[in-house]
Nanobody, 122 residues
Framework: EVQLVESGGGLVQAGGSLRLSCAADGFTSDDYVIGWFRQAPGKEREGVSCASSMDSSTWYKDSVKGRFTISRDNAKSTAYLQMDGLESEDTAVYYC???????????????WGQGTQVTVSS
């Protein structure tokens, strides 16, 4: 059984940084796509970033480009989301997800983590 466990959330002032981690357990290969999503109170969940091993593609939501960086350490089966220049609008519960596909094409998100809260104070 595949499990995803996020960590690294917290409270930070605007302009600060956080690094989220997503530890994946149970995958038999590295050929899966990993994504970061977030959901703010009263809003729908939205995609933030994606990284695919299959074609080495990445994707970022426009509002986080240049501030967030997704990375993967396949040896540790862990993905990261480095978030710099945080803004109050980034406040949300952040989830990692994994599945099949590529960032530039079709994705199917089969597994989800439990979420980690990120709060940015202005």
């Amino acid at each position: 059984e595949v499990q995803l466990v996020e960590s690294g959330g917290g409270l930070v002032q605007a302009g600060g940084s956080l690094r989220l981690s997503c530890a994946a357990d149970g995958f038999t290969s590295d050929d899966y796509v990993i994504g970061w999503f977030r959901q703010a109170p009263g809003k729908e969940r939205e995609g933030v970033s994606c990284a695919s091993s299959m074609d080495s593609s990445t994707w970022y939501k426009d509002s986080v480009k240049g501030r967030f960086t997704i990375s993967r350490d396949n040896a540790k089966s862990t993905a990261y989301l480095q978030m710099d220049g945080l803004e109050s609008e980034d406040t949300a519960v952040y989830y990692c997800a994994a599945g099949v596909g590529t960032c530039s094409g079709y994705q199917r998100w089969d597994y989800w983590g439990q979420g980690t809260q990120v709060t940015v104070s202005s």
